[in-house]
């Protein structure tokens, strides 16, 4: 089993992890409509009991959210508005969407990801707009996928977007975990930590959530907008101290509604989509092509070289001495790893776990790790993750790259891109997470 049928097996496992996390497919299992029966989730509603129902949506996949939701309505549909990142707006559907995104019901706009631009305050004030004049006659459906806490962006009066920006960006290089970015991210938004919620009180709401959080904790995903907030104002000072934020004032944090707020009385979440149901899909994927696959779980966690570290180890256990598993073997890993940024660098979480993985299989053969977002974006950059194997750091220093330099500065896509080991698929329409595949050969097939 040469290292090139490897990388086509990862590949097939990275196709069946994505149609498991197809946003559209994830609506159809959970909303059936019947004339003007509504079910979601197993409640029902009664379409013809409200008077304007509304849709509003954002995250790196409302396009296929938005446009399934809508196709579903069909003309019960009184307005709606979605906010994607951009190079989105059309990709990630299996339903048509240009009929959908051309009414002139619908609007749809393009905002910065992961630091937040005019645009985010713009799509987000179009959405606190819409639902401004709700009524209890009112139906708004609340569709949040990952990147909405940048993508939906309405700071306190008191900050302006040049600080927004670079508070966000410093959180982004501390390492800080996404709970604790969104708890500060909670506290200078009137859009999040349940403000979405509030605003469209006192209608009913139906959020749908695709989950890109470990765990899926519905007041963390996309800063759980319409979600009581558990955390408070001071939480989110400790996580600036803890980090070492530095501000040019005080951050002006405002406290979030709380469960006993009455504007969550009549709101329905519900999340259709998680990391675990595309990790599951990509090992039974695995064991179709004769692997002997392991689900590691799908709440991996941690800076990304010490994950790969472990990852790695694992891999030499399993050819050594088939521990855990014996090969051919395929262990799949879900969650979402943290970087510290020290260096000036260009890359991801996925590349820099890539890299760390490569230089500690250095000489080991019939290794394969694949580490991707399942976005389709790893960071700030246009690869989804990297491939690394026993053959790696070989071949890159035929080439003149120095590995541990490249680790050191943060600079893994610029590693990866001469040796041709970066994924690039594009903007997937779905955002579950992170995953990583580790394959490993038999012994004996090695050549």
Known sequence: MPIH???????????????????????????????SLLTVAGRRYDLNAYERIFVVGGGKATVPLLTSVVSILENRLTAAVGVTKYGHATRGTDVPSSSVLASERVSLIEAGHPVPDQNSIRGAAAIIDLVASTTDQDLVFCLISGGASALLTLPVPELDLTALQDLTDQLLRSGATIRELNTARKHWSRIKGGGLARACAPATVITLILSDVVGDPLDVIASGPTVPDPTTVDDARAVLQRYGVRQRASVPFEESPKSDDPAFERVHNVVIGSNRLAAVAAADAARRLGYNALLLGSYIEGEAREVARVAAGLAKGVLAHGDPVAPPACLVWGGETTVTVRGPGKGGRNTELALAAALALEGWPGVLVMALATDGTDGPTDSAGAVATGETVARARALGLDPWAALEANDSYTFFEPLGDLIHTGPTGTNVNDLLFTLVAPPQDLR
């Open 5 to 35: 049928e490897l990388r086509a097996d990862a590949q097939a496992l990275q196709r069946a992890a994505l149609v498991a996390a197809d946003p559209g497919a994830a609506v159809r299992r959970h909303l059936h409509r019947q004339e």
